[in-house]
């Protein structure tokens, strides 16, 4: 039994230390928190054009810069910050070494062999952004309560009412693809941990790829079936909550510190845009 209780428990600890949670709220109190989330997600829009547009390293490096600053600022608790499993490491070093035979210029000379670093510097600087990318995101995630979504993105679009678009049904189906991003997740972890659980339905004479296929297949089936489910108990409390107007209706607004916080973010976005490629 302690034997069974230790291996149990450490695979616990190697599950949570690969798990990577982005859309979960860090409840502590902060100047980032108490922030607007229009301001938050003018942010990451204005960082994710400057760092898509223009991958400099000097431009990737104060982008990043300021989110660890951020991050700094929002009392972020090292707990927080995803733990990518080993196999994801050993695969971009290896799409790293496989983007390296591409060559190209810049050159370095080793032992009186030109080596092109093109291809393994544009690799580099792609992986960096999309890094980047993901930690804006984690950052919005950390310090932004998901039912502030809503109201902030009617906000930001409410001049589009004027043309008579639909803003609170825009607003209101983001913010709850957003919201139901952990219920999927958690929904999937189920699903999976009772298909371990469940017989094997397969015929004993399939082979190997065929019952990996049935398998497949019934857990696609279980997954539409949770997901019809759960769509309709989330309309069925949206309605008894208002409607869909009701989700986007705003809570909160700008201050003097958000005005201050986009200053700074327009002024790092145009150093950023400024170093040379």
Partial sequence: MTGTASRTTRSDRAHRGTQINFLREVKVDSPIHRMWAGT????????????VYYPTWGSLGLLTALLLLTTFAAHIPRG???????????????AGLLASI?????????AGTK??????DAYVRFVATGMLLLLGAAVLGWTTSLADIAPAI?????????????????????????????????????????RKLRPQTAKPGMSSPERRFVQLVDLLVAALAVSV??????????TARGGVGAI????????????????VLAVVCYAASSFPT
């Fill in 102 to 110: 591409a060559g190209g210029s810049p050159y370095l000379d080793l």
């Fill in 154 to 194: 009617s906000s930001l679009l409410r001049p589009l009412r004027l043309v008579a678009f639909p803003v609170d049904e825009v607003a209101a189906s983001i913010a709850l693809s957003v919201r139901s991003l952990p219920l999927l997740v958690g929904e999937m972890r189920a699903l999976l941990a009772l």
């Fill in 80 to 94: 927080a910050w995803p733990r990518p499993p080993l196999w994801f490491w050993l695969t971009v070093i290896a």
């Fill in 40 to 51: 938050k997600i003018i942010a990451i829009a204005g960082i994710s054009f400057t760092a």
């Fill in 248 to 263: 986007s209706t705003r809570t909160r607004r700008a201050g003097p510190f958000d005005v201050a916080a986009l200053v």
């Fill in 229 to 238: 489910r759960r769509s309709g108990e989330m309309a069925e409390a949206i």
């Fill in 115 to 120: 080596l092109g670093l093109g291809g393994l």
